[in-house]
């Protein structure tokens, strides 16, 4: 009885400790996430810098649906024949923009979009840089796609005649896409993996599952739900044109680059770093769901033996491993960061900035965002940190920009 009684007030605490992680609100603050640089998030006009270029590309991908694969995989490449340009050749800013947007142009295929692309003007630097990235991201299997529709069958055995998660995706352009993810080859390849969940018995999961339900019943009856919620959502793209967490994690470095006075080698050593490792990140997840092809808990159909995955695999969460990647990168950077988020302004009641005590509290609390709304098992918001620190430090010592 005193173990049943505890299991929500567990939960209840975790709502008290999103609501008072010591971040700090700055009510009715513009959108100011580039407001420093020569160009902000929410213009067109491209600044001769990483984090101008990438908030222009950023801007302009509204028009166009990228997902977050796709948003992170042109960023990567783009990011790439930058740095390139910049500081293995020597060239001005504007020669590694160009670069940048070269990459861009080639890699979202939408005439539309590409007629709305920056007009920049590079030299032969800049076109061989950009033709490499091109060059490689032509081989790394993204042209395989669409795939065809398949059934897949988890390794997971959860007990006598429960072999239990299957994949049966069946529109063209659906998950199955998603699924093939796992399949690319990397801008940057790591040793990371991610292990099976830690699951002897189906009964071990639906215990897992139950556990999320009751933090989502305690979310639903708490006064602030509608503002924890909304929060939430901000994190995993939510109801904003956003491209899930990879976009709103480089707004936020951008933002630690100008609250520290960073310089812009910095910054764009900063910048680049976490898009390829967000690239790597992504890749590893994708393939790590589509291996265990464990349904999150929300989809999680216990009427039906065996079970199918009906929607995206829950192990692990991608949104929870780039945060960590972010802000592992983050915490090599600046000493005693604190991530400054620039809300999109759908939230209901949660103030425009919101300013975390750590990068630490950030991890922290998008994992516990995610748990409250039904989107994570507790083991897999474990597994999931432990790939972003992997990649991380990866990526982080295995580059070179000179």
């Not at 990011?79 to 923009?97: C, I, L, P, Q, V």
Request: glycine content about 4%.
């Amino acid at each position: 009885m005193a173990l049943a009684m505890r299991k929500p007030l567990i939960v209840l605490i975790s709502i008290l400790a999103i609501l008072a992680t010591g971040a700090q609100f700055i009510v009715n603050k513009p959108y100011a996430a580039f407001d420093e640089q020569p160009a902000g998030w929410a213009s067109t006009t491209a600044s001769n810098d990483l984090a101008g270029s990438i908030a222009t590309f950023s801007q302009l991908s509204s028009q166009v649906f990228l997902s977050i694969n796709d948003y992170s995989r042109v960023v990567a490449y783009a990011s790439k024949a930058f740095m390139a340009t910049r500081y293995a050749d020597g060239g001005n800013k504007e020669e590694a923009s160009a670069a940048f947007f070269a990459v861009v142009h080639e890699l979202v295929p939408n005439e539309n979009y590409r007629s709305t692309l920056p007009k920049l003007k590079g030299n032969a630097s800049s076109k061989i840089r950009a033709n490499e990235s091109i060059t490689l991201a032509s081989q790394d299997g993204y042209s395989k796609w669409p795939l065809e529709p398949v059934v897949f069958t988890s390794p997971l055995n959860l007990g006598p005649e429960k072999k239990l998660y299957s994949w049966a995706p069946i529109a063209i352009n659906g998950p199955e896409l998603e699924r093939s993810w796992g399949e690319l080859q990397s801008i940057v390849s790591t040793d990371c993996e991610v292990p099976p969940p830690p699951l002897q018995s189906l009964d071990q999961l639906l215990q897992s599952a139950k556990a999320t339900e009751k933090a989502r019943d305690t979310l639903d009856a708490h006064p602030d739900s509608d503002e924890l919620t909304s929060l939430g959502f901000e994190y995993v793209g939510g109801p904003n044109t956003r491209t899930e967490p990879s976009q709103l994690m480089l707004q936020i470095l951008a933002n630690a680059a100008i609250d520290n006075k960073l310089s812009e080698r910095e910054t764009d050593k900063m910048l680049a770093t976490a898009a390829m490792a967000f690239h790597e990140a992504l890749i590893k997840a994708w393939k790590a769901k589509f291996t265990y092809l464990l349904a999150n808990p929300l989809a999680l159909d216990t009427d039906t033996l065996p079970l199918v995955v009906a929607s995206t695999p829950s192990y692990p969460s991608e949104h929870i491993t780039i945060t960590k990647v972010a802000m592992d990168i983050l915490s090599k950077t600046v000493s005693n960061a604190k991530p400054r988020i620039e809300m999109s302004g759908s939230l209901i009641s949660v103030p425009t900035t919101r300013i975390l005590p750590s990068p630490s509290a950030l991890v922290g609390e998008v994992g516990a965002l995610l748990k409250l709304l039904g989107m994570v098992y507790d083991f897999d918001i474990a597994a999931s940190e432990k790939l972003g620190s992997c990649v991380a430090t990866s990526v982080t010592e295995g580059l070179n920009y000179e």
